[in-house]
């Protein structure tokens, strides 16, 4: 295969005396899902954070596209196109659908604005007639909507998504995968941790299982489904 677009080695990570990632390997190359499952505080929301540069790595490496981007500045990692849509959504609540989308843009694609806005309310037309509603105002859904969106309008070449359905009624996730493999149909590559594992598995090529802050499982989706324990573990069956 070609080299990794994320690839990340011996990741170490954590808060204060607490250590939470104790050594993570992880490939992700152009065009795939990834799926990045595990239980809850596993450590997946850090890893993410930590490969975004948002929690500074206490060893180990994370290059993207080829740099050397562990010790990078979070403004460095969003130019470069690693877009995190953070879990929780964190929108701007007192600035307008139009004013967060357009926060999309600040650091990366910010001559693209007008035509990227456009894109997104084409995907998002619930976005464009909420365009000068605040945020805050939102549904859940919408607000999901408005992350991804603003997301997007940075024009990502990795998108991560941190449990982008938490929250959802059944019908909008429905939406929501649908929409997630759409952005991969048109290449996007997606880094997707997630809490509906069959869902992620349909529309994943490869999954990581993390546990206690290491991989304990990295293979196809095919292969995850094939062993029994996982299956039962996140699919109870
Ligand atoms: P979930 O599925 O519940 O969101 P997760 O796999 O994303 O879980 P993390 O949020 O990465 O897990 O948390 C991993 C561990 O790190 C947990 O034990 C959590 O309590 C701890 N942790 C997370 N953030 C902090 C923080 N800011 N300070 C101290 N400990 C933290």
């Known amino acids: 295969m070609t080299e990794a677009l994320?690839?990340?080695r011996g990741l170490r990570s954590g808060y204060g005396p607490v250590e939470v990632l104790r050594g993570i390997d992880l490939d992700l190359h152009a065009g795939e899902i990834v799926a990045l499952l595990g239980s809850n505080?596993?450590?997946k929301t850090t890893f993410?954070?930590?490969?975004s540069a948002l929690v500074i790595a206490r060893a180990g490496t994370v290059h993207f596209d080829g740099?050397?981007?562990t010790r990078a500045h979070y403004r460095d990692v969003v130019a470069r196109g690693l877009i995190h849509v953070p879990e929780g959504r964190k929108i701007f609540p007192n600035l307008s659908v139009r004013e967060n989308l357009e926060l999309g843009s600040f650091t990366r694609a910010r001559a693209n604005r007008a035509v990227n806005l456009e894109r997104v309310f084409a995907l998002f037309p619930r976005l464009l007639e909420r365009t000068g509603q605040h945020a805050g105002t939102l549904s859940g859904g919408e607000q999901q909507m408005l992350a991804i969106g603003r997301g997007l309008m940075a024009e990502p070449r990795l998108l991560i998504l941190d449990?982008?359905?938490l929250g959802l009624s059944p019908l909008l996730v429905e939406e929501l995968f649908g929409l997630i493999a759409d952005l991969h149909r048109q290449g996007l590559a997606i880094l997707l941790v997630e809490q509906n594992v069959a869902q992620s598995l349909a529309i994943a090529q490869r999954a990581y299982v993390l546990e206690n802050g290491a991989i304990q499982f990295s293979g196809t989706s095919g292969e995850?489904?094939?062993?029994?324990r996982l299956r039962q573990a996140y699919l109870g069956v």
Not at 48 to 51: A, D, I, M, S
Not at 224 to 228: E, G, I
């Open 163 to 165: 449990e982008p359905s």
């Open 41 to 43: 505080g596993a450590g």
């Open 224 to 228: 995850l489904l094939a062993t029994d």
């Open 6 to 8: 994320l690839s990340v």
């Open 48 to 51: 993410n954070q930590t490969v």
């Open 67 to 69: 740099a050397d981007i």
